[in-house]
């Protein structure tokens, strides 16, 4: 999808990860490149107990980066290969998905490298059963019982969260909207602003670093993101992220 502009969240981002590489030297190694790939839905998640994510119906799909032994994970609707510079990888027009989805999985990775972040890498089979066993938990322990806004479908944490808070839901993609997930009626991200303003809290995926919509989600409500491609933008920009079970 063309891109009429891009987040200004994702630039900043995009611009501090460009200036640690390049002060640590790696901008334009030619001998050290990234490599990117889409994984399959069981190489990024493995064989989680339920079968309605995203990435396998062919929703999204993951791609990850890799620098040295670092890796780096973003999910996009737009998956291809790449093979170059840091260089190359981070300072490309971010015109398309692919070009956002590439840039932060490359920054995640490199990020990784420095040891600026850690767990870069979604938690597979079990793992996202656990994170969300503990999301109510998390947010009782940091908000007490507030309303929260989902932004973004994730399947096992609506589930988790459905019984325990008020909650309103939305997500991009149209097969959802208007559906009914365990008694929660799924909303179009086109009513992001009239749900993040009900909300007292907002927890959102971390996809919308990569689709170039993170902007349009920030507010001054608390905002809770979650998953590995918010992984680098969260440690660098002071961004809360729950993520508990991934690894790397």
């Not at 510079?85 to 490199?110: G, K, Q, Y």
């Not at 993101?225 to 690894?247: D, H, K, N, Q």
């Amino acid at each position: 999808m063309d891109k009429t502009r891009s987040s200004t969240i994702l630039a900043k981002f995009r611009d501090e990860v460009v200036e640690k590489a390049r002060g640590a030297g790696i901008l334009n190694d030619k001998l050290e490149v990234v490599s990117a790939r889409p994984l399959t839905a069981e190489e990024a998640i493995g064989r989680p107990d339920r079968s309605d994510f995203a990435i396998q119906k062919g929703k999204e799909f993951m791609m990850e980066a890799r620098y040295g032994a670092s890796r780096g994970q973003a999910f996009t609707s737009m998956p291809r290969e790449f093979q170059g510079t840091v260089e190359e990888a981070l300072c490309r027009p971010l015109l398309t998905d692919f070009d956002s989805a590439l840039t932060v999985a490359a920054a995640n990775a490199v990020l990784h490298y420095l040891g600026l972040v850690e767990r870069t890498v979604h938690c597979r089979d079990d793992g996202p059963r656990k994170c969300a066993q503990g999301i109510a938990e998390y947010l009782v322990e940091r908000f007490g019982h507030p309303r929260v806004a989902v932004i973004g479908l994730q399947p096992a944490l609506v589930t988790a969260l459905k019984d325990a808070f008020e909650v309103r839901v939305t997500d991009l993609d149209p097969e959802n909207v208007g559906r009914d997930h365990l008694g929660v009626t799924i909303e179009s991200a086109e009513r992001n602003a009239e749900v993040v303003e009900w909300a007292d809290v907002v927890l959102v995926t971390g996809t919308v670093l990569a689709n170039n919509s993170i902007d349009d989600v920030l507010s001054s409500k608390p905002t809770v993101f979650y998953g590995v491609t918010i992984a680098g933008a969260a440690a660098l920009l002071g961004l809360e992220r729950y993520c508990p079970c991934s690894t790397h």
